[in-house]
Nanobody, 125 residues
Framework: RVHLMESGGGSVQSGGSLRLSCSVS????????LAWFRQSAGKEREGVAR????????AYADSVKGRFTMSQDNAKNTVYLQMNSLKPEDTATYYC??????????????????WGQGTQVTVSS
């Protein structure tokens, strides 16, 4: 089983930065895809960024490309989401999720088996 715990959310003004962390425990480092999703009120959950535990290949949603960076620290079993140039439309609850590497490529929420509890990010204009 895999356990995920997010931290680092908060409130920031437009143009500011935040870094989210996701601590990962359990049987994760046997080729998994770790991803960040977000969901705001009245909207569907959307994939923001993903990384493969083997090879560290990343991919991003078009809405965050060039502003967000996902990375991993294998020694700490932690993945990060560095968010720069934040916009009010980035306001959402952000979730860390894990899927088998063969299933996570397109960042469909239904392909991910494990989820964290979420952390709130609020960007004011």
């Amino acid at each position: 089983r895999v356990h995920l715990m997010e931290s680092g959310g908060g409130s920031v003004q437009s143009g500011g930065s935040l870094r989210l962390s996701c601590s990962v425990s359990g049987d994760i480092y046997t080729a998994y895809c770790l991803a960040w999703f977000r969901q705001s009120a009245g909207k569907e959950r959307e994939g923001v960024a993903r990384i493969y535990t083997v090879g560290a290949l990343t991919a991003y949603a078009d809405s965050v490309k060039g502003r967000f960076t996902m990375s991993q620290d294998n020694a700490k079993n932690t993945v990060y989401l560095q968010m720069n140039s934040l916009k009010p439309e980035d306001t959402a609850t952000y979730y860390c999720a894990a899927a088998q590497a063969s299933k996570g490529r397109t960042m469909q929420p239904t392909d991910f088996d494990y989820w964290g509890q979420g952390t709130q990010v609020t960007v004011s204009s």
